[in-house]
T-cell receptor
């Protein structure tokens, strides 16, 4: 079945450091890919998405490119801020499931130090 | 506009009791999903509604769990005879319709604690 593998956390970075959070997937069809963020005490918010191969999603300085050849959707940011401290979830939504339900990765906790 | 709302925000119940969790999706959204977020299992899909019907219930962990949706809007997730392993945050999400390009909008969740 479909699955998402996300790098283990926690990830601790200094402010202005470069961030990469790895995400790879397996899917039977042509999934859409998403990154969601969960700030402390808050609900899940969509950060960015990509619906087909080679699409790049971007938002708030974060970027991720849908790479079909490597089945990856790695999240990157050039310069993190303390306010980026949160848990990041990679997810896929795939048509063969019939429902477009999300399959989530385990989440990666990011802590940014001033 | 209004987002997805869930109630209650927190629920503490004794083992063996029944609980009902409510979700109000974004107006006009026909697709509605329930997920569970727990420390040991991460984020897991429970059930999907399209309108009032539930074509995918594959994630419900046992027959103690059931859900319904009425009027194509409000949904209720019911857990009967709660067990300690049911303790988790229950998340509801809605989407304009089902489809890969449509993101899901999540509510704040209901934190369920079974004592």
């Amino acid at each position: 079945g479909d699955s998402v593998t996300q790098m283990e956390g926690p990830v601790t970075l200094s402010e202005e450091a470069f961030l990469t959070i790895n995400c790879t997937y397996t899917a039977t069809g042509y999934p859409s890919l998403f990154w969601y963020v969960q700030y402390p005490g808050e609900g899940l918010q969509l950060l960015l998405k990509a619906t087909k191969a080679d699409d790049k999603g971007s938002n708030k300085g974060f970027e991720a490119t849908y790479r079909k050849e490597t089945t990856s959707f790695h999240l990157e940011k050039g310069s993190v801020q303390v306010s980026d401290s949160a848990v990041y979830f990679c997810a896929l939504s795939d048509r063969p499931s019939g429902t477009y339900k999300y399959i989530f990765g385990t989440g990666t906790r990011l802590k940014v130090l001033a | 506009g209004a987002g997805v709302s869930q109630s209650p925000s927190n629920k503490v119940t004794e083992k063996g009791k029944d609980v009902e969790l409510r979700c109000d999706p974004i107006s006009g959204h026909t697709a509605l999903y329930w997920y569970r977020q727990s420390l040991g299992q991460g984020l897991e899909f429970l059930i999907y509604f399209q309108g009032n019907s539930a074509p995918d219930k594959s994630g419900l962990p046992s027959d103690r769990f059931s859900a319904e949706r009425t009027g194509g809007s409000v949904s209720t997730l019911t857990i009967q005879r709660t067990q300690q392993e049911d303790s988790a945050v229950y998340l509801c999400a809605s989407s304009p319709t089902s489809g890969g390009s449509y993101e899901q909008y999540f509510g704040p969740g209901t934190r369920l604690t079974v004592t």
